[in-house]
C-alpha cells in the first residue's frame, strides 16, 4: 500500500470525525471542514489506487515481455538451425551428384581411352 493511500484513508477518518463533531455542536464551518477533507481524502486514496494499478499493468507487461522476448530467441534459434541443416544437407547432396558425375565422366574416359 502506498502512502497516498494511507495518508488518503487518513483524511476520510479524519474528515469524518471533524463533520461529526461539527454538527454535533453545530459549528458548520468545522463541518464543512470535515466534508472537505473526506474529499480530498478520497481523491488522494483513488490517486494511490491508480498508482498501484499502473504499477501493477507496468509490472505485468514487463514480465509477458520478458516471455515474449524469450520465446522469440528460442524460435530464432531454432530457425536457424533449421537453416543451417537445410544449407548444408543441399551442400551434401549437391556433392554426390557431382561425385557421380565425375565417376561416371572418369568411367567413360577410361573405357574411351
Known sequence: ????????????VAGKIKQNVGEAIGNQKLANAGA?????????????QAKDTAKAVNDDVQA????????L????EEKAHEMRDKITSTAHNIKEK???KL???KEKHQHNG
Open 73 to 76: 530467441r528460442a524460435r530464432t
Open 64 to 71: 509477458r515481455s520478458q516471455v515474449e522476448q524469450e520465446s
Open 103 to 105: 565417376e561416371d565422366i
Open 1 to 12: 500500500m502506498n502512502t497516498d493511500k494511507v495518508e488518503g484513508k487518513f483524511d476520510q
Open 36 to 48: 472537505t477533507e473526506q474529499i480530498k481524502g478520497a481523491a488522494k486514496e483513488t490517486w494511490g
Open 98 to 100: 557431382l561425385d557421380a
